[in-house]
């Protein structure tokens, strides 16, 4: 049983949301972006490597926040996440994915080209993507670099298209018909 | 409402698992008078249950 | 390999099906007498018959809508079902004629959902948000069928208790109750006349093994070495259809419109063995398991948004599902990682045969000439490794205990005051009933006509009185309004199914602000979870399936998942 009182507490303390200046603030993750929001557990290095890989499978989902919004993810309660991770069987705590993938992503980057992924030019951060859905990079190292393209590809779609705003961008109504009228 | 199941009381039938199997046993076992403990070991997304239990 | 069955297992109180699709297909009498009708796989200890009138009951009692007669030209006759078949739509109705071409004849799929108000449920809005939590009460999950009537009979729900052992006597002949911990980890026992355990196919012998004692040295209702064998699962080829006309795939169920038992019969595909179960027509969302995104897994960058906006319009699934063979190989086993409360994880070991890879490759052909005949601008297959899908098995039923963990009704042979519900107890896997344990936890429930609590038929006078409740649920509603976006009609009456999705909405609303965002998807992953067999998975027989598409074992930390990194495709 989820209590109330425990359900509230939780909504209070507002665990779940972004902090500002030590205050606890709900912002969709492209807020948190544009505000500057300081991250929780991502090192700045792991943040700009998965914007840049993010924006490289998802136009749009830098600006859209995604590596606030795995930030935001991964430090919660793993059980509490709401990650794509979770349904494919990632092992929590799923921070531990997100920093090896990254790590990997870099040293592989490095191992091509003596530069970091986010530092490529965009030419050459497409070729290296496609190696990497295919399991095909040279000097990888960590979680299989098809799945970790399947994982972050995943959340890049799902901050640029799986809201309401990436619903109309691609004309189709948002039916999920429990949208609150206004925020919390 | 049946009185709540009193800690170590034994009942008729434990069933492990809140599950579409499950409650086809609670149901039909509850329906014929037993009592029946469900014991889930995920939360209860019942906001209602939450709200009228508060803290449970 | 991710975990097998990695697609359907639940979370909280309803259990999987609350993010079920909600059809209820049956098996077909071939299912049951595999074995003395082919010789292969096993035959059941009842008949389709003995089975039939279940179906109907609980037809009745969840309310499913659908046109029997339609299908009846696959299986024997029986009642009709209580509601009429679900409105269709462009992304269903095209597949009818090209699969007509090619000797596939499609019937109204038989949902768990209201076509029309069923018992003061009201009937479904074709939204296409089945799979996150029906928040209508239109589809009919446990919450608001069979666990609400328990409810309100008197049974009560303890969440957050995590039974990890069945308790016995000293003499080993008596489950006496069982043990759990609570949301505090502090741990209790809970006495009790009957032991039923409907925890999950491969959670049940996980706790049937953990329970050993001096007396059952290989854990309970073990003495055939069988608990935990057996573990099955479906499997699903894919293919999809890509239009430019708008096939309004937004709109119907998640589950299908249409479905086919003309590729059912056991040989149906030349040197295959084993059924196929063909689906058409799904709503798809923008970023879920199923949706656009994934429908070309080897898309990215500008590509992916382009084929994002065609999808958006045009693009449309055909599925068919497989039926894997029992195989005494595929198991599940105590690990010795363990989870929080000391209990050892459950590890896996699954290998899909030749037969399932033919079945599967078969139907992936099958299907790219179907979608070919729809006339679509592309067509391709979902072709990723080969999923596992709808977890059974691992405490089969027979009629004899050195061959069986229990027997047709369920009840362990071994002691006669503990029982197994779900599909955990079938024999064959059967390809229809592809949405995990629902249809088949009724047929279960059909098996324990003799429960040993009561002694009386457990089946009799299963009603709802969804008036009642939602009357109730309504009053308590306080939190959150709803409102329809485009077009749908507003929700006037949210009953007790929309309390668990309301309230996955609000949490998640509380960790990434608004709603809107990813709400599909992520309340999705909300009500899933499957970490307690989150030990290694190993795999058997990965030869039988072509190089890059098989399942894999976890080869570290990071479990797979089927369809990653394959050149095309989720298989859903």
């Known amino acids: 049983m989820v209590g109330r009182r425990e359900f509230m507490r939780g909504a209070a303390l507002g665990?779940?949301?972004?902090?500002?200046?030590?205050?606890?603030?709900?912002?969709?993750?492209?807020e948190a972006r544009a505000r500057g929001v300081p991250f929780r557990l991502l090192q700045a290095r792991e943040a700009e490597t998965l914007e840049a890989m993010g924006e490289t499978l998802v136009p749009g989902a830098r600006d859209a926040g995604i590596a606030h919004f795995i930030d935001q993810q991964i430090s919660v309660p793993p059980e509490e996440a709401l990650l794509e991770a979770r349904i494919l069987n990632v092992r929590p705590p799923y921070a531990d994915f997100y920093k090896a993938a990254t790590g990997a992503i870099d040293k592989a980057a490095a191992a091509q080209s003596d530069q970091r992924f986010a530092w490529l030019p965009a030419d050459a951060q497409r070729e290296f993507v496609n190696l990497m859905r295919q399991n095909k990079l040279p000097g990888w190292q960590g979680p299989p670099s098809g799945f970790v393209y399947f994982v972050l590809r995943s959340d890049a779609v799902d901050v640029v298209y799986g809201t309401v705003e990436g619903y109309e961008a691609l004309g189709i109504p948002y039916q999920a018909h429990i949208m609150p009228l206004k925020r919390w | 409402m049946a009185t709540p199941v009193k800690s170590g009381e034994k009942v008729d039938a434990v069933i492990a698992g809140a599950s579409a199997s499950g409650s086809v046993f609670a149901a039909t076992l509850a329906k014929a008078g037993k009592k029946v403990v469900l014991l889930e070991t995920g939360p209860d997304w019942q906001l209602s249950a939450a709200t009228s239990r508060a803290g449970a | 390999m991710a975990a097998l069955g990695s697609y359907q297992s639940g979370w909280g109180v309803g259990g999987a099906a609350l993010h079920y699709f909600a059809n209820f297909p049956r098996l077909l009498p071939s299912d049951f007498k595999m074995k003395s009708e082919h010789n292969r796989g096993l035959d059941w200890p009842i008949s389709y018959q003995d089975v039939a009138r279940y179906y109907d009951k609980v037809a009745q009692d969840v309310?499913?809508?659908?046109?029997?007669?339609?299908?009846?030209?696959?299986?024997?006759?029986?009642?009709?079902?209580?509601?009429?078949?679900?409105?269709?739509?462009?992304?269903?109705?095209?597949?009818?004629?090209?699969?007509?071409?090619?000797?596939?004849?499609?019937?109204?799929?038989?949902?768990?959902?209201?076509?029309?108000?069923?018992?003061?449920?009201?009937?479904?809005?074709?939204?296409?948000?089945?799979?996150?939590?029906?928040?209508?009460?239109?589809?009919?999950?446990?919450?608001?069928?069979?666990?609400?009537?328990?409810?309100?009979?008197?049974?009560?729900?303890?969440?957050?208790?995590?039974?990890?052992?069945?308790?016995?006597?000293?003499?080993?002949?008596?489950?006496?109750?069982?043990?759990y911990y609570d949301a505090d980890r502090q741990r209790h026992t809970q006495p009790a006349s009957v032991v039923v355990l409907a925890a999950w196919s491969a959670q049940n012998p996980r706790l049937l093994l953990n329970s050993a004692t001096a007396k059952h040295p290989k854990g309970l209702a073990n003495a055939s070495g069988l608990v935990g064998k057996y573990m099955m699962?479906?499997?699903?080829?894919?293919?999809?259809?890509?239009?430019?006309?708008?096939?309004?795939?937004?709109?119907?169920?998640?589950?299908?419109?249409?479905?086919?038992?003309?590729?059912?019969?056991?040989?149906?595909?030349?040197?295959?063995?084993?059924?196929?179960?063909?689906?058409?027509?799904?709503?798809?969302?923008?970023?879920?398991?199923?949706?656009?995104?994934?429908?070309?897994?080897?898309?990215?960058g500008p590509d992916l948004h382009a084929f994002m906006k065609r999808a958006a319009r045009g693009l449309t699934r055909l599925n068919a599902f497989g039926e894997e063979l029992p195989n005494v190989e595929n198991r599940v086993e105590l690990a010795t990682e363990k989870d929080e409360f000391g209990m050892p994880l459950g590890r896996i070991v699954h290998g899909y045969d030749e037969d399932a890879a033919a079945v599967w490759n078969a139907n992936f052909e099958e299907g790219l000439k179907i979608a070919k005949a729809t006339g679509a601008k592309e067509v391709w297959s979902g072709r990723g490794a080969m999923p596992t899908i709808h977890l059974m098995g691992g405490t089969i039923m027979g009629t004899r205990a050195s061959s069986s963990v229990v027997n047709s009704y369920g009840q362990t042979h071994e002691i006669a005051n503990l029982w197994i519900a779900g599909p955990g107890i079938f024999p064959t896997a059967g390809a229809s009933q592809h949405r995990l344990a629902k249809p088949r936890a009724h047929e279960s429930i059909a098996l324990c006509r003799r429960p040993g609590a009561s002694g009386r038929r457990?089946?009799?006078?299963?009603?709802?009185?969804?008036?009642?409740?939602?009357?109730?649920?309504?009053?308590?509603?306080r939190h959150g309004r709803r409102h329809a976006r485009g077009g749908a009609a507003p929700i006037a009456d949210v009953g007790a199914a929309g309390n668990y999705r309301e309230q996955a909405r609000r949490e998640h609303q509380h960790r990434c602000g608004r709603s809107g965002e990813g709400v599909g998807r992520r309340l999705y992953a909300a009500l899933d979870r499957r970490d307690h067999v989150r030990g290694e998975s190993v795999c058997l027989h990965a030869a039988a399936v072509r190089p890059g598409e098989g399942l894999r074992a976890g080869d570290g930390p990071w479990h797979r998942q089927p369809g990653a990194g394959g050149e095309s495709g989720a298989a859903v």
Request: hydrophobic share 40%.
């Open chain 3, 458 to 477: 457990a089946s009799a006078g299963v009603s709802l009185e969804g008036g009642e409740a939602g009357g109730r649920l309504r009053a308590r509603r």
């Open chain 3, 233 to 300: 699962c479906h499997f699903a080829s894919g293919t999809w259809a890509l239009f430019d006309e708008d096939v309004q795939n937004h709109l119907g169920t998640t589950g299908a419109q249409f479905m086919s038992y003309d590729r059912y019969p056991k040989t149906s595909h030349k040197g295959a063995f084993g059924s196929t179960f063909i689906v058409a027509g799904s709503a798809l969302k923008t970023s879920d398991l199923g949706g656009f995104a994934n429908a070309r897994l080897d898309l990215f």
């Open chain 3, 63 to 179: 309310g499913v809508s659908g046109d029997a007669k339609a299908e009846e030209i696959w299986r024997p006759a029986g009642k009709p079902y209580p509601m009429p078949p679900m409105k269709t739509f462009r992304n269903g109705e095209l597949w009818v004629k090209a699969c007509a071409e090619h000797g596939i004849r499609l019937a109204p799929a038989c949902v768990g959902m209201n076509s029309t108000e069923y018992k003061g449920r009201p009937a479904c809005i074709y939204d296409g948000w089945c799979h996150i939590g029906c928040p209508t009460g239109a589809l009919s999950n446990p919450i608001v069928t069979y666990l609400g009537e328990a409810r309100r009979a008197g049974a009560e729900v303890r969440a957050r208790s995590t039974v990890t052992r069945v308790l016995m006597n000293k003499e080993g002949t008596k489950a006496i109750g069982v043990e």
């Open chain 1, 15 to 30: 665990a779940l949301a972004f902090t500002i200046g030590g205050a606890q603030v709900l912002l969709t993750p492209r």
